[in-house]
């Protein structure tokens, strides 16, 4: 592969969250793309639990808005999309998986979706499995490492949110490498955009992202990171 050091570090390093837009729309092509781009991100046992709510007609934008308190970076996208996590959709996947699989599945990754899936991920009736996984994994983890989650339906959203984050970073960058800016939101309220885009009932908002050409005041602030000595530690 060509060394890409250098286009991965100007979009990385020009990526602002950008909180006003032009009247600029994206075209259709480059958000496909882009969507196409930010599944390609490591998503976990490959289960796949996102969904991405594209949103750009004007009704349905300005609802959203509101959702999003009138944020300008979401009033004035172009584009919102919902970054949206599924906490049960992975029982589905994992058969989906192996009905699409290309050529003869590996008896490894046969077992792995029928049955270390179930092990990991069911929560059971009012999460009691989980729950009672939770009491044999404490017992057992005494003597020997175990999993230590996910145990609950929070245990499960966050399962699926780490794997959505990804997803949405990758979004976010493949539309800075198309010229077009993006701002991450979780100031919305949830039970509103839920309302308005009509989730499966398991599913939840990770992530608003706002989308468009950015205004020239559109970056509100210089960028500003602490030093890597508070965050990176050499073990
Ligand atoms: C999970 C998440 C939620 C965020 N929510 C908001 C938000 O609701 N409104 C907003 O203006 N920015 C939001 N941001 C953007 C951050 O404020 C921004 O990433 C941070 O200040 C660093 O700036 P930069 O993205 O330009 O580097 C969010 C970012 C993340 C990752």
């Not at 793309?33 to 009704?59: D, G, H, K, M, T």
């Not at 050529?103 to 009736?125: F, H, M, N, R």
């Not at 100031?187 to 205004?215: C, N, Q």
Request: proline content about 6%; aromatic content about 10%; glycine content about 6%.
């Amino acid at each position: 592969m060509t060394n890409h050091i250098e286009a991965l570090r100007e979009i990385i390093e020009t990526r602002r969250s950008v909180r006003r837009f032009t009247d600029e729309e994206i075209p259709r092509e480059v958000i496909e793309e882009c969507l196409r781009l930010a599944i390609l991100a490591p998503n976990s046992s490959n289960l796949q639990p996102w969904e991405f709510y594209v949103v750009s007609s004007e009704n349905e934008r300005k609802q959203l808005a509101a959702a999003c308190f009138q944020q300008r970076a979401a009033k004035t996208a172009a584009v919102l999309i919902a970054v949206v996590g599924r906490s049960k959709s992975w029982k589905e996947n994992a058969q989906k998986l192996l009905n699409e699989w290309p050529g003869d599945i590996p008896p490894a990754v046969e077992s792995y979706y029928t049955k270390t899936v179930k092990l990991l991920y069911t929560q059971g009736p009012l999460g009691i499995l989980g729950f009672a996984r939770k009491i044999m994994m404490t017992v057992v983890g005494l003597f020997r490492p175990v999993p230590r989650g996910p145990f609950s339906k929070q245990g499960m959203q966050t399962w699926a949110a780490k794997t959505c984050a990804l997803a949405a970073e990758n979004l976010m960058l493949a539309l800075k490498a198309h010229g077009y800016d993006s701002c991450p939101m979780e100031g919305f309220d949830e039970k509103r955009v839920r309302k308005i885009l009509g989730y499966p009932s398991d599913a939840f908002t990770v992530m608003m992202i706002g989308a468009g050409k950015g205004a020239a005041d559109g970056i509100y602030y210089p960028r500003m990171r602490f030093d890597s000595k508070h965050h990176v530690f050499e073990v």
